[in-house]
């Protein structure tokens, strides 16, 4: 060891160590470096856990803002805002009856922000619901759900029902006279199976509408253990699935090649625009190849990057632009009107009408009749025939267009005129001459389960699209009408709920018109 | 793609100014804190800061004091608003009891009409100013009280003799000793609530005949028997609210319990009204009300024309006046006992729940304006409305000349059953023994007449009541009915009526009837109807008596 | 001779990535400062701007027969308060070290928690208390003695009747 080789100052090395951890840490943090290149883009993607679900490229047709309005992310937007305003209620919520109503009358009176943030949430829950029902008939009219995407549609639906849940649940939560009388029904509608076991006298053996209601409730009334219960799947067991369910959908988003385009979708977009940056158009010779596992090739294969963009930025711009847009609607409601907050819960005094979130107001509707078939029948075969659809209909024509399929937009019209007319028709005939009960008072129950307005209306759409299957010889066309059908009774029987029933569910021109207690 | 760029754009801008409002209206715009912004204290501006009152025990967390600054523990200079101005001296300092538990409202808003209640869900709104004496009844229970009358007697008497002189009752009258050494007498607001010497007669004989001084001798002199009792009912009656005890007084006298309970006692005719004052004015109906959505209104307008108010409502119409329902709506409002953990229940409330104590002064005038007054009228002539059973006149001299004291304690022991009558002496709720007796004189005092000395025995008739029958279907059945069942008149074949009545009082109400009243005495001769003589009489009362079932 | 032809870009290339996408920018940076309000607002939360314990003013009753230098504690309270022939006096009884509440006895305080003893004055005698107890104001009104606890006066004041 020479003199001149003086060996390394400890102290020193110790000191530039200490002022480089900052610049180290955002260094091995962000590994990619700036996103500039194609390529550093690309791992600004795949090298962050949280984007990673996206693809790293993204076809100028999912880009189209026709092709899907934004729907799927507005939905995960305003989850993330129920998510996050939802935390933020948690720290002073208390899941305990009279404590739950103090809790939510401090939350509005006097928390910091507590009153705005709770209006969020509750603005925000109502927007996911809106917008995770458009999604999915997004996703229905432009057939988005054939092969390979039947899996997701069904994810979907799975998505569907949990947001339902989550809304659900949180309407007991403030413990007011509203929420009460809301979840006693709901819990009355799970019980509701009796109807039938009751009818054929089984109920002392097989009670699964029992079981459903103790299981729901912990009680045979909503009490504190309801409120607990409801809160945990509130909070923690409906947020957790759906979380997951969530990253199982985008990533099969990826997996499934990205969103559905039409065959001529290339054809039909032409040329990038000027300024865009550029499209990648050099074909690779592999992609996405289950590299070394197993021979084969993903479903993505044969369809090469062609006319592509990175994600980094063009998706992200699209994305961050319809989350601020949620953001916005969110606040802006949240602003314009109080989340509501009615008496506290009075088992004794029924609030008349007790109604259910908007969402509800259609079955609530169709309950009135048997609650039974309105409650758990019809809810049912709807979510049976909506999972069943990738799987009957296996289709090529329209994929990924507008009203694609045999008829098009014109049987879209026409379903839609046959849904609002027959379900107002029905609807104007019991509300202006009553039921079978009305009728035949001693009428046995079981005819009432089977014979109701919820079991015509289906019977209706059903007869309806089976003549659609026949005539254009395609099941897709039979679906279309279907779904219109239900959708447009779902609507009608929905604003039926929401502004024309009153007090004993009595049919009212307007509110005005209730009489005073 | 730049149009996603613009989306971005516009949609921040647009969450960003709408964030910017959100936050200027949570910091600048609430009223509580500008009335707090101008408020000063005599240390300078007050800090701003949402303020609360919390007793756990009343379970009270009381907002009030936000605006109502003044209020608050420890903030009594505060001012600059009209909000500010300090409560008025009571014995309850706002700042350890809360507001709303005198006053009603929402104590946990912070904003005036939500905490004030005035919205449509809050099923507790402020009383209004003017019943806020009804605050009271939350926890207190005014005993003692007798019927009105009495009562002005007693006021007037504590007047008369001059005791303003030396005492001072809610802040009336009084003399502070030109030595400065205090009032002369000391003041008697609470007397009746923290008790006072009940010797205080003597002493102050005594102190008199000792004193040299003399404003003593000038001030004072001998008070007789009867304004000594009269001073003791207005010494029991004075809990520094005398409003409410001028209510309550009113409600002893218009016969409320008759039909209604309050604390478990009083007849099932009527709801119970033990909680009146907390009805959520949300739930009542005010399509045939004129006038404000309030519960006091509501009150009001029903006690002035109950039937109008309320479909098929059986309740009389009283023929009250304005000042009359005013107090009784005042007393009303009142009914709103709340569960106390039992540290804080009141001596009086105690003395009512735990010592059996009646929530109204026992001496027959009281019991019989508190119970008999409402159907039998104030003045015990009776009561005859439309559409109603006519209620019996009781006080008439023909009956009580003819009944014995028995009598009368057997029709309000047992009543009539099938009547509207209860039987007040059997009944958990009603009245007990020496109640009773205390009504009986007083019945007799108001008529001023006693029983006529009856030495025939009590089933003394031995007619024939074949013969009655005929009669008694031409002659009575028009009112009593055909089997005696009652209809306009009262019923005859009551079984508790034929065990206490004897056949000289049947006789004799037949015969001579009653004054004043719809049934004519059918001895006397009548252009209108058939007269009776005397056997036709006597086989009449033998064919009533066969309605008698027999004693086994 | 060679002609200058461009050859096709690859995917590996650097992109010719516009200098300044002020748009982009100024939407990036807008998104950025409405979360960063929003973000504000949301921590602003979980500051409590009301407490739920009750009034730190109390009222006591004082037992007829309290010796000079006995400590009479109220019931649910963390207060101890004394008589002597100069008036009454309030101390607290939450220790200054880490908030346990100590006992008041013959000679003083002993926290249970750590070990501090205090004179019967409040001062520190031993152990890790860094203050000694805060005397607390007393006041006479209506008959009732009115303790704050919330309000220290300086040790020695005492009140009379």
């Known amino acids: ?517 | 793609m730049s149009k996603n760029k613009y989306l971005l754009l516009l949609s921040s801008l647009g969450a960003l100014a709408l964030l910017i409002a959100a936050a200027v209206n949570e910091h600048f715009m609430k009223e509580w804190r500008r009335i707090q912004n101008v408020a000063v204290s005599d240390e300078g501006p007050v800090e701003v800061r949402l303020r609360q009152v919390i007793n756990p025990g009343l379970k009270v967390t009381d907002r009030c004091v936000s605006c109502h600054v003044t209020m608050g523990a420890g903030e009594g200079s505060v001012r600059g608003a009209k909000v500010l101005a300090p409560h008025k001296a009571v014995s309850h300092d706002p700042a350890e009891y809360g507001c709303t538990v005198c006053h009603g409202g929402q104590g946990l808003a912070t904003d005036k009409a939500e905490s004030h209640g005035d919205v449509h869900f809050w099923p507790e709104p402020m009383l209004p100013s003017h019943y806020s004496y009804a605050g009271c009844g939350t926890c207190h229970a005014p005993l003692r009280v007798p019927q009105r009358e009495s009562y002005q007697r007693a006021v007037s008497a504590f007047e008369r003799l001059d005791c303003y002189a030396c005492h001072r009752v809610e802040g009336r009258g009084g003399t502070i000793r030109p030595d400065g050494g205090g009032m002369e007498g000391p003041d008697l607001s609470k007397a009746g609530l923290a008790g006072y010497d009940r010797e205080w007669y003597p002493k102050h004989v005594e102190k008199m005949q000792k004193e040299p001084l003399k404003a003593w001798k000038m001030s004072f002199s001998a008070v007789n028997d009867e304004d000594r009792q009269l001073l003791d009912v207005f010494l029991s009656t004075c809990v520094g609210a005398s409003r409410l005890v001028e209510a309550k007084a009113m409600f002893n006298t218009a016969g409320c319990l008759g039909c209604h309970k309050v604390s478990g006692v009083g007849g099932d005719s009527g709801p119970d009204l033990s909680r009146a004052g907390y009805k959520d004015p949300g739930l009542a109906d005010f399509s045939h009300v004129s006038g404000p959505a309030t519960l006091a209104n509501w009150q009001a307008e029903h006690l002035r024309s109950p039937l109008s108010i309320v479909l098929g409502s059986q309740m009389p119409s009283l023929g009250l006046s304005d000042r009359d329902i005013e107090q009784l709506v005042l007393y009303t409002l009142s009914l709103r006992r709340r569960d106390l953990p039992i540290s804080y229940v009141p001596k009086d409330r105690m003395r009512a729940l735990r010592f059996g104590e009646r929530e109204f002064s026992t001496d027959g005038a009281t019991v019989y304006g508190t119970f008999c007054a409402g159907c039998h009228g104030l003045a015990g002539s009776g009561l005859r409305s439309a559409g109603l059973a006519s209620f019996p006149s009781i006080a008439n001299p023909d009956l009580l000349e003819r009944v014995s004291d028995e009598f009368l304690k057997n029709t309000i022991q047992h009543g009539r059953p099938g009547r509207r009558m209860p039987a007040w002496g059997d009944m958990a709720s009603g009245l007990r023994p020496e109640e009773i007796l205390s009504v009986i004189d007083y019945l007799r005092s108001l008529s001023g007449v006693k029983q006529k000395p009856d030495r025939t025995p009590p089933r003394w008739v031995k007619a024939d009541s074949a013969s009655g029958r005929a009669l008694f279907a031409s002659t009575c059945a028009g009112c009593h009915g055909a089997q005696g069942e009652g209809g306009e008149a009262p019923a005859l074949n009551n079984q508790v009526l034929l065990a206490s009545a004897t056949d000289t009082y049947l006789i004799e109400t037949i015969g001579r009837g009653r004054r004043g009243t719809v049934m004519q005495g059918f001895l006397d001769p009548s252009p209108a109807r058939r007269t009776l003589a005397g056997a036709e009489i006597e086989s009449v009362v033998a064919f009533i008596r066969t309605w008698e079932k027999k004693q086994p | 001779m060679s002609t200058t032809t461009t050859p096709p870009p690859s995917r590996l290339d650097p992109e010719p990535v516009p200098r300044r996408d002020v748009l982009g920018l100024a939407a990036m940076a807008s998104a950025a400062g409405a979360c960063l309000l929003a973000l504000a607002g949301l921590l602003r939360l979980p500051k409590a701007a009301v407490l739920s314990s009750p009034s730190k003013k109390f009222k006591a009753v004082l037992p007829e027969n309290l010796a000079a230098g006995e400590a009479f504690v109220p019931a649910g309270r963390s207060v101890a308060l004394f008589r002597d022939a100069e008036g009454v006096y309030a101390i607290s009884t939450v220790c200054t070290h880490l908030g346990c509440i100590i006992k008041p006895n013959a000679e003083g305080f002993e926290c249970p928690c750590h070990g501090s003893k205090f004179q019967s004055d409040g001062s520190v005698k031993r152990g890790p208390a860094p203050r000694a107890l805060p005397w607390l104001k007393v006041s006479h009104t209506g008959g009732n003695w009115i303790v704050d606890e919330g309000a220290p006066v300086p040790p020695g004041t005492k009140v009379q009747a």
């Open chain 1, 1 to 517: 060891m020479t003199p001149a080789e003086k060996p390394p100052d400890g102290l020193r090395e110790f000191a530039d160590n200490l002022k480089a951890a900052p610049r180290h840490i955002y260094e091995t943090a962000f590994r990619s470096g700036t996103p500039a290149t194609d390529r550093t883009r690309s791992t600004f993607i795949f090298g962050n856990v949280f984007l990673h679900l996206h693809s790293v490229r993204v076809h100028r047709w999912t880009l189209r803002w026709s092709t899907t309005m934004g729907l799927g992310i507005m939905t995960t937007s305003a989850f993330l805002i129920t998510l996050i305003t939802g935390v933020m209620l948690m720290f002073y919520y208390k899941p305990f009856p009279e404590a739950a109503y103090d809790s939510m009358k401090d939350i509005h009176f006097v928390v910091p922000t507590g009153r705005f943030i709770r209006n969020i949430h509750r603005w925000a829950a109502n927007v996911m619901v809106v917008a995770v029902i458009l999604h999915m008939t997004r996703a229905f009219f432009t057939a988005s759900y054939r092969k390979p995407r039947e899996y997701n549609w069904l994810i979907g639906l799975g998505l569907l029902v949990v947001t339902l849940g989550l809304s659900f649940t949180g309407y007991l939560l403030p413990w007011d006279q509203l929420a009460y009388w809301a979840i006693t029904i709901g819990a009355n509608i799970a019980q509701s199976p009796r109807e039938v076991t009751d009818a054929i006298g089984i109920t002392q053996w097989f009670d699964p509408g029992g079981i459903q209601k103790l299981l729901l409730l912990g009680s045979d009334v909503v009490g504190p253990e309801a409120l607990i219960r409801f809160y945990l799947l509130h909070v923690m067991l409906l947020p957790l699935a759906l979380g997951a369910l969530m990253g199982v959908h985008f990533w099969r988003i990826r997996k499934d090649g990205g969103l559905a385009r039409p065959s001529d979708a290339d054809a039909r977009l032409g040329p990038p625009p000027a300024g865009t940056y550029p499209v990648f158009t050099e074909a690779p010779q592999r992609t996405y190849q289950l590299a070394a596992v197993v021979k084969g090739r993903t479903p993505a294969v044969n369809n090469g990057p062609e006319n592509t963009v990175p994600s980094m930025p063009h998706l992200f711009y699209a994305e961050l632009g319809v989350f601020m847009l949620t953001v916005l609607i969110c606040l802006a409601l949240a602003l314009i009107s109080d989340a509501p907050l009615k008496e506290l819960a009075n088992p004794s005094v029924p609030e008349n009408p007790a109604k259910a979130p908007w969402y509800f107001l259609g079955l609530q509707e169709l309950v009135s009749f048997s609650a039974f078939m309105g409650g758990i029948g019809v809810p049912a075969i709807v979510l049976l025939g909506l999972g069943l659809i990738p799987y009957l209909d296996r289709e090529k024509e329209g994929t990924g267009q507008w009203f694609g399929g045999p008829g098009g937009w014109p049987l879209v019209r026409r379903s839609i005129l046959l849904g609002l007319g027959s379900t107002l028709l029905v609807e104007t005939l019991v509300i202006r001459f009553g039921w079978l009960r009305e009728w035949f008072p001693h009428i046995p129950q079981l005819i009432i389960t089977a014979i109701n307005p919820a079991t015509i209306l289906t019977t209706i759409y059903a007869l309806y699209s089976l003549w659609l299957i026949r005539r254009h010889h395609s099941t897709r066309a039979g679906a279309m009408g279907l779904f219109t059908c239900f959708l447009c009774g779902f609507l009608v029987l929905t604003i039926i709920g929401t502004y024309f029933r009153g007090p004993n569910w009595v049919f009212y021109w307007s509110p005005g018109d209730w009489p005073k207690h």
